[in-house]
Protein backbone atom coordinates (compact mmCIF):
# COMPACT_ATOMS: atom_id res chain seq x y z
CA UNK A 1 0.00 0.00 0.00
CA UNK A 2 0.98 3.63 -0.45
CA UNK A 3 3.29 5.25 2.52
CA UNK A 4 2.40 8.12 5.05
CA UNK A 5 4.46 9.27 7.02
CA UNK A 6 4.60 11.76 10.33
CA UNK A 7 7.12 13.60 11.86
CA UNK A 8 7.47 13.75 14.91
CA UNK A 9 6.19 10.40 16.45
CA UNK A 10 5.82 12.57 19.82
CA UNK A 11 6.76 15.75 21.04
CA UNK A 12 6.05 17.22 24.88
CA UNK A 13 6.36 20.82 25.01
CA UNK A 14 5.22 23.63 28.15
CA UNK A 15 1.92 25.31 27.69
CA UNK A 16 2.53 28.33 25.53
CA UNK A 17 4.83 27.05 22.71
CA UNK A 18 3.37 26.04 19.35
CA UNK A 19 4.30 22.87 17.49
CA UNK A 20 4.85 21.89 14.09
CA UNK A 21 3.83 18.17 12.53
CA UNK A 22 4.60 17.36 9.38
CA UNK A 23 2.69 15.04 7.24
CA UNK A 24 4.05 13.05 4.19
CA UNK A 25 3.47 10.81 1.62
CA UNK A 26 6.36 9.21 0.53
CA UNK A 27 5.78 7.12 -2.59
CA UNK A 28 2.67 9.09 -4.22
CA UNK A 29 1.73 12.51 -4.68
CA UNK A 30 -1.32 14.01 -2.32
CA UNK A 31 -3.35 17.33 -3.69
CA UNK A 32 -5.20 16.72 -0.56
CA UNK A 33 -4.14 15.71 2.49
CA UNK A 34 -6.88 15.25 6.25
CA UNK A 35 -5.99 15.91 9.71
CA UNK A 36 -7.46 14.18 12.46
CA UNK A 37 -7.10 13.94 16.12
CA UNK A 38 -8.32 11.43 18.78
CA UNK A 39 -8.80 11.10 22.08
CA UNK A 40 -7.89 8.01 24.22
CA UNK A 41 -10.33 5.48 23.27
CA UNK A 42 -12.58 7.22 21.06
CA UNK A 43 -12.57 7.62 16.76
CA UNK A 44 -11.22 9.97 14.52
CA UNK A 45 -12.09 13.48 14.33
CA UNK A 46 -11.80 15.49 11.06
CA UNK A 47 -10.36 18.29 11.87
CA UNK A 48 -9.67 20.19 8.36
CA UNK A 49 -8.71 19.21 4.60
CA UNK A 50 -5.20 20.11 3.82
CA UNK A 51 -5.55 21.53 -0.09
CA UNK A 52 -2.02 22.13 -2.11
CA UNK A 53 -2.02 25.33 -3.32
CA UNK A 54 -4.83 26.84 -1.67
CA UNK A 55 -6.45 27.40 2.38
CA UNK A 56 -7.47 25.00 4.39
CA UNK A 57 -10.85 23.65 5.01
CA UNK A 58 -11.93 23.62 8.64
CA UNK A 59 -14.39 21.61 9.86
CA UNK A 60 -16.93 23.22 12.08
CA UNK A 61 -15.83 23.85 15.67
CA UNK A 62 -12.39 24.10 14.49
CA UNK A 63 -10.07 26.95 15.66
CA UNK A 64 -8.22 27.83 11.92
CA UNK A 65 -5.90 30.03 14.31
CA UNK A 66 -5.30 27.72 16.64
CA UNK A 67 -4.64 24.95 14.20
CA UNK A 68 -2.36 26.11 11.41
CA UNK A 69 -1.92 24.27 7.93
CA UNK A 70 0.09 24.59 4.91
CA UNK A 71 0.22 21.96 1.93
CA UNK A 72 3.69 23.28 1.07
CA UNK A 73 4.33 20.46 -1.78
CA UNK A 74 2.43 17.62 -3.56
CA UNK A 75 3.59 15.55 -0.93
CA UNK A 76 4.02 17.38 2.45
CA UNK A 77 1.22 18.85 4.49
CA UNK A 78 2.14 20.24 7.76
CA UNK A 79 -0.41 20.90 11.02
CA UNK A 80 1.07 24.07 13.63
CA UNK A 81 -0.70 24.07 16.72
CA UNK A 82 -0.04 27.64 18.41
CA UNK A 83 0.15 28.38 21.72
CA UNK A 84 -0.66 24.98 22.92
CA UNK A 85 -2.51 24.10 25.74
CA UNK A 86 -2.91 21.43 27.86
CA UNK A 87 -6.17 20.27 26.18
CA UNK A 88 -4.38 20.40 22.86
CA UNK A 89 -3.11 17.16 24.39
CA UNK A 90 -3.99 14.18 22.19
CA UNK A 91 -2.82 12.38 18.76
CA UNK A 92 -2.45 13.89 15.32
CA UNK A 93 -2.96 11.63 11.97
CA UNK A 94 -2.91 12.49 8.87
CA UNK A 95 -4.23 10.90 5.60
CA UNK A 96 -3.67 11.03 2.31
CA UNK A 97 -5.68 9.64 -0.76
CA UNK A 98 -3.43 7.21 -2.48
CA UNK A 99 -4.70 8.13 -6.05
CA UNK A 100 -4.11 4.74 -7.04
CA UNK A 101 -6.71 2.41 -8.19
CA UNK A 102 -9.61 2.69 -5.98
CA UNK A 103 -8.14 5.81 -4.61
CA UNK A 104 -8.32 4.39 -0.87
CA UNK A 105 -6.54 6.87 1.90
CA UNK A 106 -3.86 5.85 3.78
CA UNK A 107 -3.01 7.08 7.34
CA UNK A 108 0.00 7.95 8.73
CA UNK A 109 1.32 6.32 12.13
CA UNK A 110 0.36 9.64 14.23
CA UNK A 111 2.02 12.13 16.56
CA UNK A 112 1.44 12.19 20.21
CA UNK A 113 1.57 15.96 21.65
CA UNK A 114 1.44 15.96 25.61
CA UNK A 115 1.37 19.62 26.47
CA UNK A 116 2.22 20.72 30.00
CA UNK B 1 -25.38 14.26 14.86
CA UNK B 2 -23.20 10.82 14.04
CA UNK B 3 -23.57 9.60 10.86
CA UNK B 4 -22.33 6.54 11.29
CA UNK B 5 -23.19 4.48 14.21
CA UNK B 6 -21.06 1.89 15.23
CA UNK B 7 -21.88 -1.15 17.63
CA UNK B 8 -20.93 -3.24 19.83
CA UNK B 9 -18.31 -0.82 21.61
CA UNK B 10 -16.12 -4.05 22.84
CA UNK B 11 -16.36 -7.60 21.69
CA UNK B 12 -14.21 -10.24 23.33
CA UNK B 13 -14.02 -13.84 21.21
CA UNK B 14 -12.38 -16.70 21.91
CA UNK B 15 -9.16 -17.91 18.97
CA UNK B 16 -10.48 -19.32 16.29
CA UNK B 17 -14.49 -17.59 16.69
CA UNK B 18 -15.71 -14.88 14.51
CA UNK B 19 -16.04 -11.32 15.10
CA UNK B 20 -19.12 -9.43 13.88
CA UNK B 21 -18.88 -5.86 14.25
CA UNK B 22 -21.79 -3.87 12.76
CA UNK B 23 -22.41 -0.10 11.72
CA UNK B 24 -25.53 1.99 10.26
CA UNK B 25 -25.59 5.35 8.38
CA UNK B 26 -27.93 7.73 7.88
CA UNK B 27 -26.85 9.82 4.78
CA UNK B 28 -28.03 7.81 1.25
CA UNK B 29 -25.17 9.93 -0.57
CA UNK B 30 -22.77 7.16 0.90
CA UNK B 31 -21.23 5.38 -1.56
CA UNK B 32 -18.29 4.17 -0.18
CA UNK B 33 -17.65 1.95 3.37
CA UNK B 34 -13.98 0.81 4.48
CA UNK B 35 -13.11 -0.78 7.49
CA UNK B 36 -9.46 0.37 9.10
CA UNK B 37 -7.75 -1.94 11.88
CA UNK B 38 -5.88 0.44 14.99
CA UNK B 39 -3.38 -0.93 17.23
CA UNK B 40 -2.56 0.97 20.03
CA UNK B 41 -0.20 4.18 19.51
CA UNK B 42 -1.03 3.58 15.72
CA UNK B 43 -2.62 5.07 12.62
CA UNK B 44 -5.50 3.43 11.31
CA UNK B 45 -4.76 0.48 8.83
CA UNK B 46 -7.00 -0.13 5.97
CA UNK B 47 -8.30 -3.78 6.08
CA UNK B 48 -11.12 -3.71 3.51
CA UNK B 49 -13.63 -0.99 1.58
CA UNK B 50 -16.48 -1.80 -0.73
CA UNK B 51 -19.37 0.24 -3.00
CA UNK B 52 -23.02 -0.19 -2.48
CA UNK B 53 -23.21 -1.75 -5.80
CA UNK B 54 -21.94 -5.17 -4.11
CA UNK B 55 -23.47 -6.64 -1.08
CA UNK B 56 -20.51 -9.38 -0.36
CA UNK B 57 -17.05 -8.70 -0.02
CA UNK B 58 -14.34 -11.26 1.17
CA UNK B 59 -10.28 -10.97 1.32
CA UNK B 60 -8.74 -13.34 3.42
CA UNK B 61 -10.42 -13.96 7.13
CA UNK B 62 -11.81 -10.71 6.39
CA UNK B 63 -15.59 -10.10 5.05
CA UNK B 64 -18.33 -6.90 4.63
CA UNK B 65 -21.51 -7.57 4.23
CA UNK B 66 -23.58 -4.67 2.98
CA UNK B 67 -27.33 -3.53 2.97
CA UNK B 68 -28.02 -0.47 1.17
CA UNK B 69 -32.13 -0.43 1.91
CA UNK B 70 -31.07 -0.99 5.39
CA UNK B 71 -28.66 0.92 5.35
CA UNK B 72 -26.26 -1.41 7.45
CA UNK B 73 -23.56 -2.85 6.59
CA UNK B 74 -20.98 -5.24 8.93
CA UNK B 75 -17.58 -6.73 9.27
CA UNK B 76 -16.91 -10.17 10.32
CA UNK B 77 -13.55 -11.58 10.92
CA UNK B 78 -13.66 -15.58 10.95
CA UNK B 79 -11.21 -17.69 13.14
CA UNK B 80 -10.40 -14.62 15.03
CA UNK B 81 -7.03 -14.71 16.06
CA UNK B 82 -5.07 -13.05 18.89
CA UNK B 83 -3.28 -11.22 16.47
CA UNK B 84 -6.54 -9.44 15.70
CA UNK B 85 -7.05 -8.05 19.11
CA UNK B 86 -7.18 -4.15 18.04
CA UNK B 87 -9.75 -1.35 17.74
CA UNK B 88 -11.82 -1.65 14.42
CA UNK B 89 -13.31 1.33 12.66
CA UNK B 90 -15.73 1.54 10.07
CA UNK B 91 -16.71 4.83 8.07
CA UNK B 92 -17.95 6.38 4.84
CA UNK B 93 -17.32 8.41 2.50
CA UNK B 94 -19.27 10.47 -0.65
CA UNK B 95 -18.26 10.55 -3.79
CA UNK B 96 -15.19 8.93 -3.75
CA UNK B 97 -12.28 6.88 -1.78
CA UNK B 98 -10.00 10.06 -1.79
CA UNK B 99 -12.89 12.24 -0.30
CA UNK B 100 -13.23 13.03 3.68
CA UNK B 101 -14.06 9.93 5.91
CA UNK B 102 -17.00 9.93 8.91
CA UNK B 103 -15.60 7.50 11.20
CA UNK B 104 -18.02 5.12 13.49
CA UNK B 105 -17.23 5.23 16.93
CA UNK B 106 -14.81 2.30 17.35
CA UNK B 107 -14.98 -1.46 18.59
CA UNK B 108 -12.39 -2.97 20.65
CA UNK B 109 -11.98 -6.62 20.02
CA UNK B 110 -10.31 -8.99 22.27
CA UNK B 111 -9.09 -12.26 20.96
CA UNK B 112 -8.40 -14.83 24.03
CA UNK B 113 -6.18 -17.52 23.25
Sequence with gaps: GAVVSQHPSWVICKSGTSVKIECRSLDFQATTMFWYRQFPKQSLMLMATSNEGSKATYEQGVEKDKFLINHASLTLSTLTVTSAHPEDSSFYICSAPSGRAYNEQFFGPGTRLTVL | ?113
Design chain 2, 1 to 113: QQQVKQSPQSLIVQKGGISIINCAYENTAFDYFPWYQQFPGKGPALLIAIRPDVSEKKEGRFTISFNKSAKQFSLHIMDSQPGDSATYFCAASIGAAGNKLTFGGGTRVLVKP
